[in-house]
Nanobody, 115 residues
Framework: QVQLVESGGGLVQPGGSLRLSCTTS????????MGWYRQAPGKQRELVAD???????NYADSVKGRFTISRDNAKNTVYLQMNSLKPEDTAVYYC?????????WGRGTQVTVSS
């Protein structure tokens, strides 16, 4: 099993930045895929960005050039740096880990972009 704990959400003005963190209970270099998803009210959960164990990354078109996923293996932590935030980025952000044959999720952290 993998436990995931997110942090770093909050309220930010349009154009601002936030960094989300997700700390895992297992060595992150043994997890096949680490990713960030988000779910806005009334919408389906969607992929924001993910990173394979080899380091390759994938981003949703809506966040390319603004968000960056990274990891610190020594801290078993994955980050999502979010810049140039827009009101449409408002959502609950969830950390995801694909380990073995299972998907694991954190409890989510709220990001609100508003003036």
């Amino acid at each position: 099993q993998v436990q995931l704990v997110e942090s770093g959400g909050g309220l930010v003005q349009p154009g601002g930045s936030l960094r989300l963190s997700c700390t895992t209970s297992r060595s992150i270099d043994r997890i096949y895929v680490m990713g960030w998803y988000r779910q806005a009210p009334g919408k389906q959960r969607e992929l924001v960005a993910d990173m394979l164990y080899g380091g390759s990354t994938n981003y949703a078109d809506s966040v390319k050039g603004r968000f960056t996923i990274s990891r610190d293996n020594a801290k078993n932590t994955v980050y999502l740096q979010m810049n140039s935030l827009k009101p449409e980025d408002t959502a609950v952000y969830y950390c995801n880990a694909q380990y073995g044959l299972s998907d694991y999720w954190g409890r989510g952290t709220q990001v609100t972009v508003s003036s």
